[in-house]
Protein backbone atom coordinates (compact mmCIF):
# COMPACT_ATOMS: atom_id res chain seq x y z
CA UNK A 1 0.00 0.00 0.00
CA UNK A 2 3.15 2.31 1.05
CA UNK A 3 4.68 1.75 -2.67
CA UNK A 4 1.24 2.04 -4.37
CA UNK A 5 0.44 5.16 -2.61
CA UNK A 6 3.81 6.73 -3.73
CA UNK A 7 4.01 5.83 -7.01
CA UNK A 8 -0.06 7.29 -7.36
CA UNK A 9 1.41 10.16 -5.93
CA UNK A 10 4.20 10.42 -8.04
CA UNK A 11 2.24 10.45 -11.52
CA UNK A 12 -0.32 12.49 -9.62
CA UNK A 13 1.92 15.09 -9.10
CA UNK A 14 3.74 14.38 -12.79
CA UNK A 15 0.63 14.47 -15.05
CA UNK A 16 -0.92 17.44 -13.14
CA UNK A 17 2.54 19.30 -13.12
CA UNK A 18 3.99 19.07 -17.17
CA UNK A 19 0.72 21.19 -18.29
CA UNK A 20 3.10 24.07 -18.83
CA UNK A 21 1.37 27.28 -17.55
CA UNK A 22 2.79 30.78 -16.69
CA UNK A 23 5.08 29.53 -13.79
CA UNK A 24 6.83 26.43 -15.60
CA UNK A 25 7.60 28.81 -18.50
CA UNK A 26 9.28 31.19 -16.08
CA UNK A 27 11.43 28.63 -14.80
CA UNK A 28 12.16 27.46 -17.90
CA UNK A 29 13.19 30.97 -19.29
CA UNK A 30 15.30 31.38 -15.96
CA UNK A 31 16.91 28.03 -17.12
CA UNK A 32 17.66 29.09 -20.51
CA UNK A 33 19.20 32.35 -19.36
CA UNK A 34 21.09 30.39 -16.72
CA UNK A 35 19.63 32.91 -14.29
CA UNK A 36 19.09 32.01 -10.26
CA UNK A 37 18.15 28.74 -11.40
CA UNK A 38 18.83 26.98 -7.66
CA UNK A 39 17.03 29.32 -5.78
CA UNK A 40 13.93 29.49 -8.26
CA UNK A 41 13.67 25.85 -8.63
CA UNK A 42 13.57 25.52 -4.64
CA UNK A 43 11.40 28.14 -4.15
CA UNK A 44 9.00 26.33 -6.59
CA UNK A 45 9.58 22.58 -5.13
CA UNK A 46 9.10 23.94 -1.47
CA UNK A 47 5.74 25.91 -2.38
CA UNK A 48 4.27 22.99 -3.97
CA UNK A 49 5.74 20.52 -0.69
CA UNK A 50 3.72 23.23 1.56
CA UNK A 51 0.35 22.98 -0.76
CA UNK A 52 0.37 19.77 -1.31
CA UNK A 53 0.56 19.03 2.79
CA UNK A 54 -2.25 21.14 2.91
CA UNK A 55 -4.41 19.48 0.37
CA UNK A 56 -3.64 15.81 1.67
CA UNK A 57 -3.74 16.35 5.41
CA UNK A 58 -6.32 18.60 5.38
CA UNK A 59 -8.23 16.84 3.42
CA UNK A 60 -8.34 13.94 6.01
CA UNK A 61 -9.67 16.67 8.76
CA UNK A 62 -12.70 17.28 6.46
CA UNK A 63 -13.50 13.85 5.98
CA UNK A 64 -13.60 12.96 9.56
CA UNK A 65 -15.62 16.32 9.87
CA UNK A 66 -17.83 16.03 7.73
CA UNK A 67 -18.07 12.08 5.97
CA UNK A 68 -20.35 13.33 2.72
CA UNK A 69 -17.20 15.44 1.63
CA UNK A 70 -15.34 12.03 1.15
CA UNK A 71 -16.99 10.64 -1.84
CA UNK A 72 -17.74 14.24 -2.92
CA UNK A 73 -14.07 14.77 -3.50
CA UNK A 74 -13.58 11.54 -4.87
CA UNK A 75 -16.43 12.29 -7.50
CA UNK A 76 -15.64 15.75 -8.13
CA UNK A 77 -12.08 15.15 -8.51
CA UNK A 78 -13.05 12.59 -10.79
CA UNK A 79 -14.71 15.07 -12.72
CA UNK A 80 -12.20 17.29 -13.28
CA UNK A 81 -9.38 14.84 -13.89
CA UNK A 82 -11.90 13.29 -16.66
CA UNK A 83 -12.57 16.64 -17.99
CA UNK A 84 -7.95 17.80 -17.53
CA UNK A 85 -7.12 14.62 -19.41
CA UNK A 86 -9.95 15.93 -22.45
CA UNK A 87 -8.59 19.15 -23.37
CA UNK A 88 -5.02 17.28 -23.02
CA UNK A 89 -5.87 15.11 -25.57
CA UNK A 90 -7.82 17.54 -27.70
CA UNK A 91 -4.28 19.50 -27.77
CA UNK A 92 -2.52 16.40 -28.65
CA UNK A 93 -4.93 15.80 -31.39
CA UNK A 94 -5.09 19.66 -32.86
CA UNK A 95 -1.39 20.14 -32.24
CA UNK A 96 0.21 23.30 -32.48
CA UNK A 97 1.61 23.61 -28.83
CA UNK A 98 4.19 26.01 -28.37
CA UNK A 99 6.24 27.73 -26.10
CA UNK A 100 7.34 30.94 -25.74
CA UNK A 101 10.63 31.43 -23.18
CA UNK A 102 10.17 35.28 -23.07
CA UNK A 103 13.84 37.31 -22.97
CA UNK A 104 13.67 40.33 -20.56
CA UNK A 105 16.21 41.85 -19.21
CA UNK A 106 18.72 40.42 -16.22
CA UNK A 107 16.93 40.14 -12.89
CA UNK A 108 17.98 40.97 -9.56
CA UNK A 109 17.47 37.52 -6.98
CA UNK A 110 14.86 39.16 -5.43
CA UNK A 111 13.26 40.26 -8.01
CA UNK A 112 13.23 36.78 -9.36
CA UNK A 113 12.30 35.32 -6.32
CA UNK A 114 9.56 37.97 -6.36
CA UNK A 115 7.85 37.06 -9.82
CA UNK A 116 8.31 33.60 -8.64
CA UNK A 117 6.19 33.66 -5.90
CA UNK A 118 3.85 36.08 -7.56
CA UNK A 119 3.27 33.00 -10.40
CA UNK A 120 3.18 30.20 -8.07
CA UNK A 121 0.34 31.86 -5.07
CA UNK A 122 -1.64 34.36 -7.27
CA UNK A 123 -2.34 31.38 -10.28
CA UNK A 124 -5.80 29.89 -8.82
CA UNK A 125 -5.51 27.05 -10.56
CA UNK A 126 -2.14 26.11 -8.55
CA UNK A 127 -5.16 25.48 -5.77
CA UNK A 128 -7.35 24.02 -7.85
CA UNK A 129 -4.72 21.22 -8.35
CA UNK A 130 -2.01 20.69 -5.97
CA UNK A 131 -4.77 21.38 -3.29
CA UNK A 132 -8.35 20.14 -4.06
CA UNK A 133 -7.31 17.37 -6.52
CA UNK A 134 -4.49 15.76 -4.86
CA UNK A 135 -6.32 16.12 -2.08
CA UNK A 136 -9.02 14.57 -3.54
CA UNK A 137 -6.88 11.53 -4.85
CA UNK A 138 -5.31 10.92 -1.61
CA UNK A 139 -8.28 9.99 -0.27
CA UNK A 140 -7.83 6.27 -1.60
CA UNK A 141 -5.38 6.07 0.77
CA UNK A 142 -6.11 6.79 4.81
CA UNK A 143 -3.21 4.76 6.03
CA UNK A 144 -0.59 6.19 3.65
CA UNK A 145 -1.30 9.58 3.26
CA UNK A 146 2.34 10.41 3.92
CA UNK A 147 3.93 8.04 1.35
CA UNK A 148 1.16 10.05 -1.27
CA UNK A 149 2.62 13.33 -0.55
CA UNK A 150 6.43 12.35 -0.76
CA UNK A 151 5.69 10.88 -3.81
CA UNK A 152 4.02 13.87 -5.56
CA UNK A 153 6.75 16.33 -3.68
CA UNK A 154 9.31 14.06 -5.49
CA UNK A 155 7.45 14.61 -8.56
CA UNK A 156 7.39 18.43 -8.12
CA UNK A 157 11.42 18.68 -7.50
CA UNK A 158 12.03 16.14 -9.93
CA UNK A 159 10.36 18.04 -12.91
CA UNK A 160 11.46 21.68 -11.51
CA UNK A 161 14.91 20.02 -11.18
CA UNK A 162 14.86 18.76 -15.08
CA UNK A 163 13.15 22.14 -16.46
CA UNK A 164 15.68 24.67 -14.92
CA UNK A 165 18.37 22.79 -15.67
CA UNK A 166 17.72 20.72 -18.54
CA UNK A 167 16.07 24.00 -20.04
CA UNK A 168 18.89 24.01 -22.80
CA UNK A 169 17.80 20.50 -23.87
CA UNK A 170 14.75 20.76 -23.61
CA UNK A 171 14.03 23.86 -25.24
CA UNK A 172 14.94 22.56 -29.05
CA UNK A 173 12.56 19.74 -28.55
CA UNK A 174 9.48 21.31 -27.43
CA UNK A 175 10.26 23.31 -30.85
CA UNK A 176 8.86 20.78 -32.36
CA UNK A 177 4.44 20.41 -32.62
CA UNK A 178 5.59 16.24 -32.39
CA UNK A 179 6.94 16.62 -28.76
CA UNK A 180 3.93 18.49 -27.35
CA UNK A 181 1.82 16.21 -29.03
CA UNK A 182 3.17 13.38 -27.48
CA UNK A 183 3.28 15.06 -24.00
CA UNK A 184 -0.28 16.31 -24.00
CA UNK A 185 -0.90 12.80 -24.81
CA UNK A 186 0.56 11.06 -22.03
CA UNK A 187 -0.72 13.68 -20.00
CA UNK A 188 -4.57 13.06 -20.81
CA UNK A 189 -3.47 9.13 -20.39
CA UNK A 190 -2.04 9.41 -17.18
CA UNK A 191 -5.25 11.73 -15.57
CA UNK A 192 -7.55 9.19 -17.64
CA UNK A 193 -6.39 6.51 -15.14
CA UNK A 194 -6.44 7.98 -11.95
CA UNK A 195 -10.09 9.42 -12.60
CA UNK A 196 -10.77 5.29 -13.44
CA UNK A 197 -9.21 4.79 -10.13
CA UNK A 198 -11.05 7.40 -8.16
CA UNK A 199 -14.49 6.26 -9.66
CA UNK A 200 -13.22 2.29 -8.77
CA UNK A 201 -12.50 3.31 -5.21
CA UNK A 202 -15.54 5.52 -4.41
Request: proline fraction near 4%.
Amino acid sequence: MQTHALLTGFFTGLGLIVAIGAQNAFVLRQGLRRAHVPAVVLTCALSDALLICVGVFASARIAQAVPPALPLMRWGGAAFLLLYGARAARSAWRGGGHLEAARSEGQSLHAALLTCLALTWLNPHVYLDTVVLLGAVSTKFPQARPAFAAGAMTASLAFFLALGYGARLLAPVFARDTAWRLLDAGVALVMWTIALGLVRGS
